[in-house]
T-cell receptor, first 115, second 115 residues
């Protein structure tokens, strides 16, 4: 069974640009979550999608958005990039995201550098 | 709010020895789940072990065991017979036991296993 696939692996952008990151979950998984990992703030929850709907949202500005397609693939978009958006963005998938003790399966992440 | 504290930025252990990585938590939820994830240099977060707050026995998964002390609010990870491949960042995380399983992560502990 293929794992969670994130593309691209690395991205370099400049301030003010926008970026789109992609995540393909494990087949059969319907919940996709996004996390941001930085040296200063650690791992923080961005949002979660289930059945093409954003079901949960973390405390990030509106520049961070996402969507989920009917095949459960998800994209995350960051508009008007700031230097502080430089981070490893991790996508995680699970069956439905609400079962107690449910494992999250993570991808290898997209390393975004904003210059 | 939930909070995870990992006080060990780094740990060193010799191959084949056991090592304990500390994790304390704080939550007002009556039931919750505790996880440990491993993050090698590749970036992917790998699930290691899970403990539910009402589980009577400490969780074990192969060489990994979780020393759960509810009264002390601690959930330490014990790795027995360390291997070179265990060198990585280790994150303790918690979630609510019902509803969306958002993970709240600690700051992590870097483990280095020497020959």
């Amino acid at each position: 069974k293929a794992g969670v696939t994130q593309t691209p692996r690395y991205l370099i952008k400049t301030r003010g640009q926008q970026v789109t990151l992609s995540c393909s979950p494990i087949s059969g998984h319907r919940s996709v979550s996004w996390y941001q990992q930085t040296p200063g703030q650690g791992l923080q929850f961005l949002f979660e999608y289930f059945s093409e709907t954003q079901r949960n949202k973390g405390n990030f500005p509106g520049r961070f958005s996402g969507r989920q397609f009917s095949n459960s693939r998800s994209e995350m978009n960051v508009s008007t990039l700031e230097l502080g958006d430089s981070a490893l963005y991790l996508c995680a998938s699970s069956l439905d995201g609400v079962r107690s003790g449910e494992k999250l399966f993570f991808g290898s992440g997209t390393q975004l550098s904003v210059l | 709010a939930q909070k995870i504290t990992q006080t060990q930025p780094g740990m060193f252990v010799q191959e084949k020895e056991a090592v304990t990585l500390d994790c304390t938590y704080d939550t007002s939820d009556p039931s919750y789940g505790l996880f440990w994830y491993k993050q090698p240099s590749s970036g992917e977060m790998i699930f290691l072990i899970y403990q539910g707050s009402y589980d009577q026995q400490n969780a074990t998964e192969g060489r990994y065991s979780l020393n759960f002390q509810k009264a002390r609010k601690s959930a330490n990870l014990v790795i027995s017979a360390s291997q070179l491949g265990d060198s990585a960042m280790y994150f303790c995380a918690m979630s609510r036991s019902t509803g969306f399983q958002k993970l709240v992560f600690g700051t992590g502990t870097r483990l280095l296993v020497s020959p």
